[in-house]
T-cell receptor, first 114, second 113 residues
């Protein structure tokens, strides 16, 4: 079974600084997709960024980018120019090529200090 | 597009009572998922449907839990009888086919006392 591990239960960053959240996963599949979701205090789950495993180029969405290391099974999220609104729980998630189920990590709580 | 709509947003019930959670997926989405979120276990997939048909219910914790999708625009998750350990946030999510992320509803916070 696929597993997703987020080793940092909590992280903090100063406003306008950069922070990187870590994620590793375990799979025997060659075709899969990786995601980062944000969950603010409102508890709404918001898709931040998506990466296809067959693409070597790292995905970017404005201030959010990933560092995808397929051989190491690592998928970290970098947030640049952190803003107070970035404070949330961040979940890394895996979707295998053989089904559409999302498997989530336990999450990292990000605090942004003014 | 109103997104995935869940009701109620909060539910408080007494142990032993029946609880029904409701979900309306995004029109045109052919997959629907029910997740449960707790501090201890994180986000767990309970069951998912494709074109209204249950595909995988291996995450349903016990026979007390049941889910239905009578049509493409409505699904329910029922717990009967409810127990305090069922207290959690229950999310519904939907998606179109292909490897895209889900769109989640805002969740139902269930408290069983």
């Amino acid at each position: 079974a696929q597993t997703v591990t987020q080793s940092q239960p909590e992280m903090s960053v100063q406003e306008a600084e950069t922070v990187t959240l870590s994620c590793t996963y375990d799979t025997s599949e060659s075709d899969y997709y990786l995601f980062w979701y944000k969950q603010p205090p409102s508890r709404q789950m918001i898709l931040v960024i998506r990466q296809e495993a067959y693409k070597q180029q790292n995905a970017t969405e404005n201030r959010f980018s990933v560092n995808f290391q397929k051989a190491a099974k690592s998928f970290s999220l970098k947030i640049s120019d952190s803003q107070l609104g970035d404070a949330a729980m961040y979940f890394c998630a895996y979707m295998g090529g053989s089904n559409y189920k999302l498997t989530f990590g336990k999450g990292t709580l990000l605090t942004v200090n003014p | 597009d109103a997104g995935v709509i869940q009701s109620p947003r909060h539910e408080v019930t007494e142990m032993g009572q029946e609880v029904t959670l409701r979900c309306k997926p995004i029109s045109g989405h052919d997959y629907l998922f029910w997740y449960r979120q707790t501090m201890m276990r994180g986000l767990e997939l309970l069951i998912y449907f494709n074109n209204n048909v249950p595909i995988d219910d291996s995450g349903m914790p016990e026979d007390r839990f049941s889910a239905k999708m009578p049509n493409a625009s409505f699904s329910t998750l029922k717990i009967q009888p409810s127990e305090p350990r069922d207290s959690a946030v229950y999310f519904c999510a939907s998606r179109v086919g292909g490897y895209y992320g889900y769109t989640f509803g805002s969740g139902t916070r269930l408290t069983v006392v």
